[in-house]
C-alpha cells in the first residue's frame, strides 16, 4: 500500500478520534494503534482502559509510546502494519514538554519545528495510511501564563509543519469532519 498522511484536527470532544479510527479501518487490515497518554491520576488510568478494551474490539494493535514516534511507526510497519492511527500529537507535544522539564531546559517553537522535522519522514516512510489527531488550541482566548502560551505556540507550530506534509487536513467540529486540504 502506498503512503498517505492525513491529520484531523479540531477542539476537544469534537469528534477527531472517532473519525480517524474510520479513516483507518475504512483504508486498512492490519492497523494500530499509537497511543501518547501518560496515565496521570486514577480517573485517567479508568478512561485509558476503557479505550484499550474498545480497541481490542475493533482488533487494532496497540502502541503505546509517550516520545519516540518514529520508533513505534518503525515497530508497526515491521509487524506488517498498512494503517496506523497516532492519538494524539497533542499529549506528544505535553510529553515533550515534560521531558524538557525534567531535564531541565526549556521547549519552544524551534524545538517543536525541530521535533516535526525529525517526525514527518517516519510519517511518509509507513507503508500505509498514517493518521494523526491534534487538537486545535489556539481558536480561544490567549493563555493567562507564559508556560500556556508556549504550548499553544507549538501545538499550531506542530499543526502547521504536519499538515504541510499531509495528504489530507480534516477539521472536526460537533462530530462533523470537513476535508480542508
Known amino acids: ?3 498517505r498522511l492525513i491529520l484531523v484536527t479540531g477542539g476537544a470532544r469534537s469528534g477527531k478520534s472517532l473519525f480517524a ?3 483507518v479501518t475504512e ?3 492490519r492497523k494500530f494503534y499509537l497511543a501518547t497518554c501518560p496515565v496521570f491520576d486514577g480517573e485517567l488510568a479508568e478512561r485509558i482502559a476503557r479505550h ?3 480497541r481490542e474490539e475493533g482488533h487494532w494493535q496497540t502502541i503505546e509510546e509517550q516520545i519516540d514516534l518514529g520508533s513505534a511507526l518503525r515497530q508497526a510497519a515491521d509487524s506488517g502494519g498498512d494503517g496506523i492511527l497516532i492519538d494524539c500529537l497533542t499529549l506528544w507535544i505535553n510529553n515533550l514538554f515534560f521531558r524538557a522539564e525534567q531535564e531541565k531546559r526549556e521547549f519552544g517553537e524551534a524545538e517543536m519545528a525541530a521535533e516535526c522535522d525529525r517526525l514527518i519522514p ?3 516512510a509507513f507503508p500505509g495510511i498514517v493518521v494523526a489527531v491534534l487538537n486545535e488550541v489556539g ?3 490567549v493563555p493567562e501564563s507564559p508556560l500556556a502560551r508556549r504550548f499553544r505556540d507549538c501545538s499550531g507550530r506542530c499543526g502547521q509543519k504536519i499538515a504541510a506534509a499531509a495528504d489530507a487536513l480534516y477539521f ?3 462530530g462533523i469532519a470537513q476535508r480542508i486540504k
Request: aromatic share 0%; hydrophobic share 40%.
Open 139 to 141: 481558536m480561544g482566548i
Open 27 to 29: 483504508t486498512a487490515s
Open 122 to 124: 517516519e510519517l511518509r
Open 1 to 3: 500500500m502506498k503512503n
Open 52 to 54: 484499550r478494551a474498545r
Open 21 to 23: 479510527e474510520q479513516l
Open 172 to 174: 472536526t467540529v460537533c
